[in-house]
């Protein structure tokens, strides 16, 4: 019961952000919104036991894929006023925003705790070997085809962000 409050918090949450990642003008705000979303996910990966799925999460994607969104809208060269970021009251957004994951990741937990419901244990689910033994057997041509989609997303940006610096 209590973790299904909680992975519906974060789940709503997580819905809620990639919301915005896709309807919100400013690419850098949208950026933001998904380093939320991401973290919110990784929640969802730490509720099913899977502790190195969730590092690995906030660590790649939130760390790095969005480093690399961000270089790209610099290589698009957007109109100044649409790449401001509107930070008015940005502290209290931020701090009512942690107060919820604090607030709901403490009681999620401690209704957990007292449930006593362990959830179905998958021998070493999550781990760093079996997340590397399936990701380089079963997830060898998808993992492959994401850094080909990546590389070529890249190719595209550039080549479209010299062709209209060119016209």
Do not use: W
Not at 35 to 51: G, M, N, P, S
Not at 70 to 83: Q, S
Not at 90 to 116: C, E, H, M
Request: charged fraction near 15%; glycine fraction near 6%; charge should be positive.
């Amino acid at each position: 019961m209590a973790e299904a409050l909680v992975f519906y918090i974060f789940a709503a949450l997580c819905i809620f952000g990639s919301i915005i990642v896709v309807t919100h003008k400013n690419p850098v705000a949208s950026a933001i919104s998904m380093v939320l979303t991401f973290f919110f996910t990784a929640v969802l990966f730490i509720l099913l036991r899977a502790q190195f799925i969730a590092v690995i999460q906030v660590l790649v994607y939130a760390g790095a894929i969005i480093v690399l969104f961000l270089f790209t809208v610099m290589f698009l060269n957007i109109k100044e006023d649409a790449m401001q970021f509107d930070g008015r009251n940005i502290a209290k957004k931020v701090t009512f925003l942690f107060v919820i994951i604090a607030v709901a990741g403490f009681f999620g937990s401690k209704l957990i705790v007292n449930s006593g419901q362990k959830a179905p244990e998958i021998e070493n689910f999550g781990s760093v070997e079996s997340v590397g033994r399936e990701l380089f057997t079963e997830f060898l041509l998808p993992f492959e085809l994401t850094s080909v989609l990546i590389i070529v997303a890249i190719i595209g940006v550039v080549t479209i962000a010299k062709r209209s610096k060119s016209s």
